[in-house]
């Protein structure tokens, strides 16, 4: 009887410790899996950059389509067309947001926003850049 009792008692602490292990793994598993299923190549595309200055932004400033402030390392210019405002999107294991538009912004084009034009002209233009949409 004795026994029995710790034999029963060994068991629901497997179980129990199964149970934790198996509900990790599956919690693990599922968030990885949910990040791998959460990007959506988008193609590659032509990346540009601009700034604040009038050169870049006619008089627009650091003001933004979407009525945000431009932030270096977040905003981006697109096509509406492409990729809609608020969108975030992957580049070079980067996320950015997409929240402005550019007259000279068509098609597969991103204008990346950075602080100053001197940055601006070091970025130049990069081709066939791989860019991924971020599903929310
Ligand atoms: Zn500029």
Do not use: P
Request: overall charge positive; proline content about 0%.
């Amino acid at each position: 009887m004795k026994l029995l009792k710790l034999k029963k008692v060994k068991l629901l602490v497997l179980t129990m410790m199964f149970m934790l292990i198996a509900g990790f793994t599956f919690t693990g598993s599922t968030s990885t899996q949910a990040k791998a299923k959460k990007v959506t190549y988008l193609g590659k595309y032509k990346l540009t950059a601009y700034c604040g200055c009038r050169s870049c932004s006619g008089g627009w400033g650091n003001r933004t389509a979407s009525g945000k402030k431009a932030k270096a390392g977040r905003t981006i210019a697109v096509d509406k067309r492409k990729i809609k405002l608020g969108t975030k999107v992957k580049i070079k294991g980067k996320t950015y947001v997409a929240e402005d538009v550019g007259g000279g912004v068509k098609g597969k084009h991103i204008d990346i926003y950075f602080t100053s034009h001197k940055k601006v002209k070091k970025f130049g233009r990069k081709n066939n850049i791989k860019v991924y949409k971020i599903k929310k």
